[in-house]
Every structure is written in C-alpha cells, then in structure tokens.
C-alpha cells in the first residue's frame, strides 16, 4: 500500500515541485505531469495503452467543454468592454462609489465575485473580477490572489449549487441539512476572507485602517443570508442572495459613511479613473454585457423551469474511455455557462455599437492569448482522469484514511483538498471522494453530515491553489507565465485555510458526535 500510495502522489508532488520550486511556465510543468501520470499508469498500474488515451482524451474534451469554454468566453466579455471603452465607463461609475481600491475590491471582488461562483462556478469567480481589479489598478499579482482566497468558500454553492447537490445525490443523504451543515461548516472561513482579501490589497493589516466596519460589513451581510437560504431552501440560492445582499450592502455602507463621517485618517488607494459624470443610459450600455449574463444565466437555471426544461436535454452524451468503469461524457449545447456569458458578450458589444468584425478581431485575439491557460487546463484535467480509471487516486485516498485512525476529522478536508487540487472542480471532488467520506464516517460511527460536509469545504480550499485555477487567474490579468509566482504567494494562505478546516472539522465531530445533522 505505500508503495502505491508513493508513486500515486508522484505527479502532485511534481506539479508542486515545478511549479513552486522551478518556477516552471504551468503549460510546461503540466505538460510533463501527464506524460508522467499516463507512464505510471501503464506501467505500474497495468492500464492498457488504449485505455491510458481515452482517458486522457476525456479529460482533454471534459475541459475544452464546458471548463475553457466559460474561461474564454468571461475573458472574451472582458476584452470586448475594454475594446468598446465600456470598462473604463464602468471605472468611472466605480469611482463615483468610492475612489478606495479596498471598497471596489469588496465590491468586485467579493460581492460580484462570489454572485459569478453562484451563478457560473468554472473559473468565472475568478477570470471575471480578476480581470476587473487588475483593469482598475490594482496590482495583477495581488487581485489573482485576493481572488482566490475569496473563492474558496463559496464553491460548496456554485453554479447554482451543483457541488452540493451532487454530493447529497452520491451519498443519499438529505439535501436540506447536507447544505446548511456545508454552509456553517465555512462560517469561520467565509467570515475571514474578505479581511484577508483587503490584506493582501493593501499589503498587510495596516489596510484594514478605515475600512475596518466596511469590511465587517461585507463579511455579515454574505454569511447571514447564505446561511438562512442554505439552512431553509437548499443549495441554489446561498451564493447568489448573499452576494447581492453583500454588494448592496457594501455601497449603502459607502454612502453613508461618506454622507456623514469624514474622511479615512488612512490614505485610499487612488484609482486611475478620472471623476466624471456617467448618465444612467450611458452606465447601462457600459454594463450590458454583465447585465445579460445575470439575465441568462438565472432565466436558464433550475430557478425557472420552463426555459430550463426547455433546453436541458439539448446535449449529446459521448462514451469516450474505453474501459471498465466509464460514464459517457455529456455535452450541453446551449444550457451551460460559456454559452450564455458568449452571447451576452456579443448582445453586449452590439448595444455597445461595436461592429462584429471587431467583436470576431477580439475573439480571435483572445485565443491567441490565451491558448497557454488552456493548454495547461488541458493537461491537468487530463491528468485527472487518468489518475482516476488508473486506481491512483483510490490509492491515495484508501492510504490516508488507513493511516489517519482516531484524527479521521482532521483529515477529511484534506481528502477535498486534494481532489480539488488535482480536477479543479468542486463537483468533481464530491463525485470522487463523496462515498469514501460517507463510509468512513460510518466505519467511525461519526456525524455523516458533518464529514461529507467537510469534503467539499476541502474543495473550495484546494482550488486556491490548484494549477487550472491558478492558471484561469494568470491568463485573466496578463500574467501567463507568472503562475509559479502566484502559487508561491497564495501558498500560506492555503496552508491556514487547511489547518483551520482540519481544525474545525475534529472540534465539530466533538460537539456533534455522531447524532447530530447540522
């Protein structure tokens, strides 16, 4: 069993090797993590040649469509309002808020930012806002980084609750109580992240000075609402409330306090936006494309069943492993995120008035840029898969609940961190570990809620550093190559985020034995 356990974890050792050591481009390091995963899979693990490919190929298809195919078209929206000058309009309403980069961070960062983890999931929360902060000066490196500390703890509730929802169908456990113990299974974590967001902005806790009870506020009026909406109506709606409660939230806070109060003894970060006066026709063009994607997002969810019902089954399901075990790969054609932020984009450019040969010059010119992001999103998910048909990931999984015993709690986050580290995808962690956590909670007569609870907290912590996602931000801010950079730098915020989720995951077996649900 060490032996697999060992060579199982050769290629995340090599990936945190190249990238965090070597400092080697992500596209490169990935590229030879799958060379090596497929080398060990077929001959250590006896998976047929063919076997090996098809495997690869999934992963390769799974990403192209739907994971890149939403990281292009939210960084093709981007471009495009920069193209059409929208994003600077957009800059000048934001200054008009407030000219303090913290204040527009919570807003954009953590309020919008969350709103796309809620409504999309696959990158957006952080390839949208990313992109965004960086536009309106922040420091690219910095806004990555605050992206994606403040994504963790919503992808329990992503894409209108798919991960949650999943996990309660893998386990057969009931999905009211399953969501309100994975939302106050975050409280702790989801309470900090926006403090740590400003830090990281603002190089350190001396930036909290004057936005303290802004940021206090931005917290509470997130956790509140997630928590009632997830304890009460399940898994759809925490993120999307609670990030609208929290943006509304945070300028009322702004105004107020502008209204009344003088100014911050500490000096706001300026942007670089010149004040000016942005009508209400003008402010709505501006933010068109954005306003389309809340639009067609939430009109082709579960939220509303006829337009849902409508177009859902509008997919083909492809078997492409060649092997036992396999499920067929399905393709939804226009129900899927990248397809919606695409044509908001375009709808968006045209309200704009820009021609369409200048939205295709951009489309064209955002492939080029990009292509290293998905290369590297490619290999890794890739990786994944062949990972997963190989027994590999059993193997890692099986080792660490054998040599974990009695601190099994603290453990568990874990098990989701490095699913997530390895897909990049919540769902896809809960779809792989969802059962061995269940069991295990059983074999250890411990709480079931609370333990599968704590695999898909694992998740959200193990996307902030995983290399698709990390990519997905690099490729975002024009910093492609920098990947190495980014995860040197968001690693300690990880290692506490982890710590803590272990932490709280054994205090909560404590108080929760094995009896109670939430």
Known sequence: MLVHFILALLPILWLILALGKLKMPSYTACGIALLLTAALAGLYWKLPVLHVASAALEGI?????PICLVIIAALFTYNLSVA??????????????SNDQRILLLIIGWGFGNFMEGMAGFGTAVAIPASMLAGIGLDPVSAVLACLVMNTTPTAFGSVGVPTATLASITGLELLPLASTAAFIQVLHTFISPFLAVMICGGGIKALKGVLGTTLIASLSFIIPSLLFARFLGPELPNIVGSMCAMLCIIIAVKIRNAFFTKSAAQPVQTETETAHIGFAEGLQAWAPFILIFILLLST??????????????????????????????FSWINTPGIMI???????????????S????????TLKKYWTAVFTICAVIATAKIMIYSGMISDIAIAAVAGAGPVYPFVAPLIGVLGAFITGSGTSTCVLFGNLQLETATALQLNPYWITAANVMGAGIGKMVCPQ????????????GSESKILASVFKYFILYALLAGLICWLGVLVFGSTAQA
């Open 61 to 65: 298809l799974n990403a192209l469509w």
């Open 84 to 97: 059409t000058g929208a994003m600077e309009r957009i800059k000048t309403m934001l200054g008009t808020i």
């Open 301 to 330: 969810s579960p939220l509303f069943p006829p337009l849902y019902n409508a177009i859902k089954d509008i997919k083909t399901s492809v078997m492409v492993y060649t092997g036992t075990g396999g499920k067929p790969l399905t």
């Open 342 to 356: 695409f044509i908001a984009a375009v709808c968006g450019s045209l309200i704009q008035k820009a021609r369409l």
């Open 358 to 365: 200048d939205t295709m010059r951009v489309f064209i010119a």
């Open 469 to 480: 996602n990390i990519a997905i931000g690099a490729g975002a801010t024009n910093l492609t």
